[in-house]
């Protein structure tokens, strides 16, 4: 079974009718134990993907037969729900690498709804009746993260605590497997965020100026924080060479290794341009997820930020 997919918002619901929960930067998870005690993980396409995450595995109930949905979630250096810290574990397929690296990057699951319980099919049960049944069953090792009934509230928070967003959940809403429901909305943030060009990447098989390599000033010098393509057409461009022609320089100007596969072909400048980049977290120090160009700041200098 492949879970229900939220619907993109356009405005945060209000009234009795709608809870709103965290939305959580992990990997999206269903967990059933079956009638033999033993917990099978599939991922949001259906794999089994048990195997690489035994720190999740262990059966919440016992022998109890329970389906749940939820998302599995590491955190990052600043505390944060990380999709990126979880990424060495996703695809593991040997029990001795996934116990290691469960030692080293500890994962949570984080339960959001009930779709099973000892045999009992809830699926068109509503919503409210199986969160409420979920909070009730005392799981032990996952976690069940709590339900807010002020929508624009919890959007404020999660933005201000650098979180992804919040889910809109219809309270009469029954779940349906592998529908994208309009009574399930999501509300991502975005973050504008300032950066300085250490270096530039041409479009494939051009030579105009397709991407920045862009970091973050700090005391041990440049740290890279990532590669911005989207964003920057023509104009952008033809902007963005001209204010960096001056800047060339032959060896890369960030104080640690930038990646290969974003290194490569990669023209390098000093570290000089800042320019403004919106992106889905608040901290500079994370590695840029879904970055979007929007323009040279010609007001701020490195040393501002």
């Known amino acids: 079974m492949r879970p229900m997919l939220a619907t993109k918002g356009t405005s945060v619901p209000a009234g009795v009718e709608w809870a709103h929960e965290v939305k959580w930067d992990g990997v999206r998870i269903l967990a059933d134990t079956g009638r033999e005690g033993r917990t099978r993980l599939t991922s949001r396409n259906d794999n089994d993907v048990t195997l690489a995450w035994p720190d999740v595995a262990e059966p919440p109930l016992g022998a109890r037969d329970l389906l749940v949905d939820g998302e599995i979630i ?174 060339a320089r032959s060896s890369s100007p960030f104080a640690d290794e930038v990646p290969r596969v974003d290194a490569r072909g990669t023209r390098w400048v000093e570290p000089v341009l800042v320019v403004d980049v919106d992106t889905h977290h608040t901290s500079r120090a994370q590695r840029l997820r879904q970055p979007s160009y929007q323009g040279i700041r010609t007001d701020l200098a490195p040393e501002d930020l």
């Open 74 to 247: 590491a955190l990052n250096e600043q505390g944060l729900p990380d999709f990126r810290v979880l990424q060495d574990r996703m695809h593991v397929r040997k029990a001795t690498t996934a116990a290691r690296l469960a030692d080293r990057v500890p994962a949570t699951f984080m339960v959001f709804d009930l779709l099973r319980l000892d045999g009992e099919e809830l699926l068109d049960r509503p919503l409210q009746e199986r969160r409420a049944r979920l909070a009730d069953l005392g799981l032990t090792g996952w976690q069940v993260p709590a339900s807010y009934d002020d929508g624009a509230m919890l959007l404020d928070a999660t933005y201000q605590q650098g979180l992804e967003g919040i889910v809109s959940k219809r309270l009469a809403s029954r779940y349906t497997p592998e529908a994208r429901s309009p009574h399930w909305l999501k509300f991502a943030h975005r973050h504008r965020l300032s950066y300085v060009v250490g270096g530039w990447r041409p479009t494939e098989g051009t030579t105009r100026l397709g991407a920045l390599l862009v970091g973050e000033p700090t005391e041990d010098g440049l740290r890279y924080r990532g590669r911005v393509g989207s964003g920057i057409g023509g104009r952008a461009s033809a902007a963005l060479t001209e204010a960096l022609a001056p800047y």
